[in-house]
């Protein structure tokens, strides 16, 4: 990928980081932002806001280094497991999709017993995996539902994890939905920036004329070789 193609990717991930965590503080941080323009208070609500803003790009960053860590983790888990990447892809979806309540509830739920109030985040992520991972497929035409559902819960449950062990729920909200959108943009738009970046290369080959002269060089070799 081109220089500027990966600004534009990283900040079109920042973007969306930060209008979603915004807009879902809103809602949700009512006693934290939203109730200064209830009151009136625009310097406050300014301020949080200002905060909120940072926090989402805080967000976004994290999503990115954890897609480019997967990135990593992909090619490396094809070069050492091979045929046998998918299963071992398999069970640890498994696992962190059982974390994402067990983590939660171990904290502060173990005492009420009460397990219901914890589900909502794995079947948000699980839906959001669902969605991404039949839309990749259909983009790219080949089978990737096993390695999109591995990066949509599995990296997704790595970046909450700090936020999991937080009983209030205000900054679970304020993650889990940027997260899960940063990562599905990743997931789904990286291959335009890579066909915008080999688009960019050809035409800068093309502007030096490298495509013009590549063939006659090849012509010569051979004219070169038929004559020995």
């Known amino acids: 990928m081109t220089i500027r193609n990966l600004l534009k990717f990283y900040g079109t991930t920042l973007l969306i980081g930060l209008v979603t965590t915004v807009l879902v503080s809103l809602l949700f941080a009512y006693d934290k932002l939203t109730v200064f323009l209830a009151e009136g208070d625009v310097g406050d609500f300014f301020a949080a806001l200002v905060w909120f803003m940072g926090y989402g790009l805080l967000i976004a960053s994290i999503s990115q280094l954890a897609y480019f860590s997967y990135l990593f983790i992909h090619q490396l888990g094809l070069g050492i497991f091979r045929t046998a990447w998918k299963p071992i892809q398999i069970v640890i979806t498994l696992f962190a999709f059982f974390d994402l309540v067990y983590f939660r509830f171990l904290r ?22 669902v969605f991404v991972s039949y839309y990749k497929k259909k983009m790219t035409g080949s089978n990737v539902i096993i390695p999109a559902m591995f990066f949509m819960i599995v990296m997704t449950t790595v970046e909450l994890i700090p936020f999991l062990k937080v009983e209030d729920t205000t900054w679970l909200y304020c993650t889990i939905f940027p997260l899960l959108l940063c990562n599905a943009f990743q997931l789904l738009m990286m291959p335009k920036y890579k066909e915008a970046s080999a688009a960019e290369r050809a035409a800068r080959r093309a502007a030096r004329g490298e495509t ?4 006659v060089r090849n012509l010569q070799v051979k ?3 038929k004559k020995r």
């Open 212 to 215: 013009a002269t590549a063939p």
């Open 108 to 129: 502060f739920g173990q005492q009420e017993g009460d397990v219901a109030r914890f589900i909502w985040i794995p079947v948000l992520v699980l839906i959001s995996a």
């Open 223 to 225: 004219s070169k070789k």
